[in-house]
Structures are given as C-alpha cells and as structure tokens.
C-alpha cells in the first residue's frame, strides 16, 4: 500500500510504507536511545552486564541477559560456541568470564567475515574457528585444550541441523557440562532435543531457562534450553566452592537442616514467631 506526504521541493510524493509505521519506528528507536542513556552504567564496577545492551545481536534482551547470568553463575572452564556471526554471544560470554576470573571460548562458524568485537572487548578469553559443526567440532575442540564444560548451540536452526550440532558434541563433553541451545521455540529443535533426551540418559532437561519466543508462523525461535550430563551433586559443588574459598570440607549434619539465623532467633524452624 502506497501512502502520501506532502514535501516542500516536490509537491505530493508517495511512500512505499505507511507513515503510520515509519513514526512508530521513529518512537520506537527513541523509546530506545533515551532509555539506554539513562540506564544505570555500571562503570567502575568489576561487573559488566551492560555488554548485553551493548552488542548488534539477534537474541531478545531476556535471554542476553540469561546467557551472561549462567555464565556468571556455572563458571565454565572451557566454552565451545557453535554459530558465531557477529560475535554478540561470544563478546557477553567472555566479559562473563572475565568476571568470574576463568574461562576460555571458542566459537566456530564457516564465515567470521561479519565479527564485530575488538580485541579488547573479549578480554583474551575467546578465539574463533572457521569451519562447519559436525565435521570441524573436534578442531575446535583442540583449539580449546580440552573438553568443554559449556556448550552453546545457535547456528542452522532446523530440525536437521541441531541433531549433528548434538550428536558432534557429545562424545567430547566433560563430566558434567552443560548445553544450552538458543531458539528453543523453534518446533524442529524442540524435537532434536526429545529425541537427544531418549538416546541419552545420562542427560537431565533443565527445561527452558529463558522464556523469550519470537513468535512466527510456521515456526518460532528464540528462548533458552538447557541439558546438563547427569544430576545436581549438591555435596560435590558444596566441596568445590569450600575448596575455591579456602575453607575447610563442609560436613552434612542433620543438626543444622533447620539453621538460620532468623529461625534460630524466634526460636521457630517456620520462622513465625511464638
Ligand atoms: C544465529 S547466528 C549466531 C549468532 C550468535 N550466536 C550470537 O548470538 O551473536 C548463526 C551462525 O551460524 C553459522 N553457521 C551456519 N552453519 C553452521 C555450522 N554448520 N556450524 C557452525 N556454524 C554455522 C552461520 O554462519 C551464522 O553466523
């Protein structure tokens, strides 16, 4: 549909798109410009999550900002990317590792021609691989030094595709790991998951970490799923973190399953007072 709009130099001229559109665009852009300039910078602060507002991406703001949290949260030692482009993933990625102060990534994609981040904004902690998942997983892999203990999927998002991104990682993972795909509500990938799921049993469904679809028709994308190699071991990463912070073993004792410094200051496991 044509619209019109008057113009000073030559009368009358058509649009090729509603103006109604355009101005809604226009607001749109500015709702945006005027909300990150006052968004709260976190300069000066060793945690740099605004590297999520920061990057070209073509993930949602909810899951930018899951990917970074899991990151921060599960402290990977060794991170394989499976779908670069850009770089957005791989730069939110690396300034999170940054900020846990361990972690290498690698990112493999046929074509890194498009890779935005400079040098420093990866912070040494990421190196790119040209080369197809499957057939080129395990030169990534040797890039990388050792098995990976975070896997991230988001290259061909077909059906198709997610099955030989899984089957070409699996063998190589380290105890543990985890994977999180993006475009989870994408009806294909959901299905290479099930079926990944059933073949292998050792696997645990965290289920979907990021609730963010784009809708479309016929297919959706975007959203977070993650699977990770076996169950939580609650006493194994208790041990761990004791061990990271120079504390002696934790010791489990029934005695203290109703400890907490409010409950035990109103003297009731409920925490209601008497
Ligand atoms: C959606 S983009 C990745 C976006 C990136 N993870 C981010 O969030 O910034 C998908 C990328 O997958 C790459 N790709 C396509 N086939 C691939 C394959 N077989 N193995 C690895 N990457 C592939 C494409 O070249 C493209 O750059």
């Not at 852009?29 to 605004?50: C, D, K, Q, Y």
């Not at 890194?112 to 981040?117: C, E, H, I, K, V």
Request: hydrophobic fraction near 40%; proline fraction near 7%.
């Amino acid at each position: 549909m044509y619209s019109t709009v008057w113009c000073f130099q030559f009368g009358v001229i058509p649009l090729r798109f509603g103006i109604k559109s355009r101005f809604k665009k226009l607001a749109s852009t500015t709702r945006e410009t005027v909300t990150n300039t006052f968004r709260p910078r976190l300069l000066g602060s060793p945690e740099n999550i605004a590297v999520v507002f920061r990057e070209p991406h073509d993930m949602p703001i909810g899951d930018r900002i899951a990917l970074y949290g899991l990151i921060r949260g599960l402290r990977p030692a060794r991170y394989l990317e499976i779908g670069v482009r850009w770089g957005g993933s791989a730069r939110i990625v690396s300034t999170a590792m940054e900020a846990n102060g361990k972690g290498k990534a690698v990112g493999l994609d046929p074509d890194l021609s498009a890779f935005r981040p400079r040098k420093q904004e990866l912070f040494g902690r990421f190196a790119g691989v040209e080369g197809f998942s499957p057939e080129d997983t395990p030169r990534a892999i040797e890039a990388l030094g050792g098995a990976p203990d975070f896997v991230f999927i988001d290259a061909v998002h077909t059906y198709a595709a997610v099955k030989v991104d899984l089957a070409g990682v699996v063998q190589h993972l380290a105890p543990k790991a985890t994977i999180l795909l993006h475009d989870a509500f994408h009806q294909g990938i959901d299905q290479a998951v099930k079926e990944f799921l059933q073949e292998h049993t050792d696997f645990s469904d965290a289920g979907i970490v990021s609730r963010h679809p784009t809708e479309g028709d016929p297919v959706s994308y975007s959203g977070l799923r993650m699977l990770q190699i076996g169950n939580h071991d609650f006493l194994a990463e208790l041990k761990d973190a004791h061990l990271r912070n120079d504390l002696p073993e934790p010791q489990l004792n029934p005695d203290f399953w109703n400890y907490d410094p409010y409950a035990n200051l109103v003297g009731n496991p409920l925490g209601r007072k008497n």
